[in-house]
């Protein structure tokens, strides 16, 4: 394996982390940092359905306001405004789906603006500035695809990919810190998220990256010739099992601890854990995505079946094709078709702790009578109207057709 480059890798750690979750208190931030002279960007890379901010970090002091503009190629003439120009658009990161599209699934808070749950189309060019179009602070955001990740189970032996060294490029991987072991008391999972980086003295002048020649594979410093050389190398994650120990709550007095059994024996269950648990019933033969409460995908997230451990060496996406059950990179728990088997209380677990309880019935969808009036049925009476019309249309054409024919024919 090819030296890596660890003082790289850890400067670009701590950029990438403080860009996707540090809030910066903002009240001196404008008095002792000044714009630059010409716009910069600056270079941040996440995995798609994370949700990244990017705070104004420069704006003149009289400028009360500001207003972000994307941009996907620099240059271009098409830029999308992300602001109502009224005030801040406040969006309900809970209700966020997605795939959706981005004006419905950002924020701006405190001049720093706010996308939840990124997609690869997302990627390109963010502007903070004012509705007149002047323009104080740039980012360059490189949002990499999950399709395509390269997943290393360490418990198995296997391992994450080589650096790729060439002659005026090199491409290799920046890891994050591991997360939290997923789940306490028994045993867990830890994951750790690698991004693509590219090393080259060639890159765009205009762009701003922590250490020098570096940056992100998908960022528009990276030049057109060798923009389809950082398609090569895919973002990875890494997982290993743990083992760590569940938090000791205080407990209670002898006399409070009695009055508790008592409680619990008289049609309590305590063998089941203390979470907040949600009921719901899905139709058999439809999908379900279950999503643990106020998780994001950087957050060690677990799911358990009643007594059974869902770990991700058995049931992360893509390990088997033929997965019904599995749990996708942004921590979604997936039932596709769901059955009857599929019935019962699924926990998660978020940053080591249990959180929520989730029980799932099942049921067959009644058949509805149609009427007449139903959008369906019309649609379905038209089509076999039209049908029925261009078909005795041909049918009268080739009639016609074949006597015309046979009368040519007959004096001959």
Known sequence: ???????????????????????????????????????????????????????????????????????????????????????????????????????????????????????????????????????????????????????????????????????????????????????????????????????????????????????????????????????????EVAIRSCMTPCRTDEVPEEGVQTISNIISKLGKKPWLPRVPTQFHKQPIGTDLIIACPGARPEHAVAWDKDSVRLYRSRYLVHVNKTMRVFIDHGNHLHIRRVRGRDRGTYFCWREGEMVAGFRLSVFHQARRRRSLQDPETIYAMRIIGVSYIVISILFVVIHVCQCCWRALRGPA
């Open 1 to 235: 394996m090819e030296a890596r480059l660890p003082g790289a890798a850890v400067l670009l750690c701590l950029v990438d982390v403080l860009h996707a979750f540090a809030i910066e208190e903002k009240g001196d931030v404008f008095k002792r940092m000044a714009c630059p002279a010409f716009l910069m960007f600056d270079n941040a890379a996440y995995l798609a359905d994370m949700t990244f901010e990017l705070p104004c970090n420069c704006k003149p002091e009289e400028v009360s306001s500001v207003t972000w503009y994307f941009q996907k190629h620099m240059g271009s003439h098409k830029a999308t405004v992300l602001t109502d120009f009224a005030g801040n658009m406040i969006v309900d990161s809970g209700h966020i789906r997605a795939g959706s599209d981005m004006l419905k699934r950002f924020s701006i808070r405190m001049f720093s603006l706010i996308v939840f749950r990124a997609q690869v189309t997302d990627s390109g060019h963010y502007l903070c500035g004012t509705k007149e179009g002047d323009f104080f602070y740039g980012y360059d955001v490189d949002v990499q695809p999950t399709k395509s990740i390269t997943v290393a189970f360490e418990d198995e032996g296997q391992h994450v990919q080589d650096d790729r060294t060439g002659q005026l490029i090199s491409l290799f991987t920046t890891f994050w810190d591991w997360t939290r072991c997923d789940r306490c008391g028994v045993r867990g999972e830890q994951r750790r998220i690698g991004l693509c980086y590219v090393q080259t003295a060639q890159l765009h002048p205009r762009y701003r990256a922590a250490v020098p020649n570096v940056t992100s594979c998908g960022s528009k410093a990276v030049p057109a010739h060798f923009q389809s050389l950082s398609h090569l190398r895919s973002p």
